[in-house]
């Protein structure tokens, strides 16, 4: 595997830059006519009338000569075959010597690898039983419809199917609710818990191994939480309970019935998981042709990804800008601003997706990289943001280029369409574009406390309208993008060995809290922390 600091056009970027950090986006923003239509590129979709965004990277600090460059290091770090071996079942996935088959979950019957049959028959398994959920054929022990499903799990098995159910609240066609538990944190589950009717409240717990410790501690409590209600007999767990997971025997274990268990595999990793079983929450609530519609969005985003020229290609080009700011303009921090309500867990959505992904400094090959992997990435939603971080980023030092996303319509309500004569989306939308044009163009005041420096870049998302369709696609192209940026780098975007070592050491710590009391081998620090622990505790 090549370092590619070590490439020739990477070389040439860093020269390139030098030569552009001499240039002000304003100058480069005002002063050529050619700009936007060289920088800015609309995906058509005519597959769906809502499909179609606009992607503006006009007020970025690059030029059509940057965009050259950075495709050109793309081809010479092979990035076209990368892409191939993502769709076509390489393994991908280095360190742990297996593929990544999140696309194949959106495209069963049509990929190029040998798990469709599996696919499609989860797939009916867990359409057929949210339909029952849904339509009351599924009872609770006593006889009542479940009006709850609570998801227990944490990372992807709980930032997928939350961010989603949020975002795709007005496509709900289930009159039930869903709740979500994923902290270890008693109060967590205890406040999610406390008002629900145990006759009706069924619990996903959504675990791949089914050994994460949060996950399983949560799943205890809740059955301990049903069977003081509802008594210990077999039919409550068997009506109550089911199960998303790779580990169908640690589920069965814990009382969860066969019938009730549905599969995800080791080849998908968990924050690329909302297309598996993982998103059953999702299918209970969207029904099967919303959830069908998020997934054809995101295939529609997979054959773009592997069909267009990289110089077209929307999620190539984000990540080959994610690598510029990163790498050769300095910038550690990314900020993802959505202006939409429904958005609102999409930066932390995000923030797993690249951080987990890309938070890594080892190369393919097991030497150190040489380069500034992931950057920070941190979000909030618009118009909240500005009254809280904006401040930051319009004046402070630290400069944090950003993606403003936003729709040009409202989303439906459940009372139908937004009234057109309201003016809040108006201004949404105002305060969306004049903030992007206020990082990039700055303001001249005779008191510095007054001045803005502009020159601080962003990407601005158009869309039509977030609907299921619309979403599938966000999420596919931030996919993309991500794997674009790990294939640059020359790393494995698909394990997360550190998340590994910190439940490692909360395992032996946790052991030494409630068993030996033997703190001796951990590091003074530490023996301090637990022996106050200790004595504050009684």
Known sequence: MIDPTDTQQWKELSRHSSELKANNLKELLLGDSSRLEDLSFRFNDERNPWGDFYIDFSKQMITKETLNLLVALAYE??????????????????????????????????????????????????????????????????????????????????????????????????????????????????????DLDPESTLFIINSKSFATKETIKNAETAIKWLQKRLGSGEEVLKKHLAAVTANAEKAVQLGIQENNIFSIWDWVGGRFSIFSSVGLTLMIALGSLHYEMLRDGARSIDNHFRSVDLSENIPVLMGLIGIWNRNFLGYENHAVLPYSEDLKYFPSYLEQLEMESNGKNTLQNGEKVTAHTSPIVLGGIGTKAQHSFFQLLHQGTTIIPIDFMVFSQPTWNSMGRLDKSLPQHEILVANCFAQSKALALGSSHDSNHHNADGNRPSTTILGKRLEPYSLGQLIAFYEHKVFTMGAIWNINSFDQEGVQLGKSIAEDIGNAISTTKDYSSFDPSTRSLLSIYDEWKR
């Open 77 to 194: 770090l092979e990035l076209p075959r990368k892409i191939n071996d993502l769709f076509t079942g390489e393994t991908v996935n280095i360190s742990e010597n297996r593929p990544a088959l999140h696309t194949a979950l959106r495209s069963p019957g049509t990929s190029e690898v040998d798990v469709d049959d599996i696919i499609r028959s989860e797939l009916r398994k867990t359409m057929n039983f949210a339909s029952e959920v849904r339509d009351g054929g599924w009872r609770g022990a006593t006889g009542k419809e479940i009006s709850t499903v609570v998801n227990i799990g944490i990372g992807g098995s709980h930032l997928g199917p939350l961010m989603t159910s949020t975002a795709l609240k007005d496509y709900a066609i289930w009159d039930g609710s869903l709740r979500f538990v994923s902290n270890i944190d008693p109060s967590d589950i205890v406040s999610k818990l406390e």
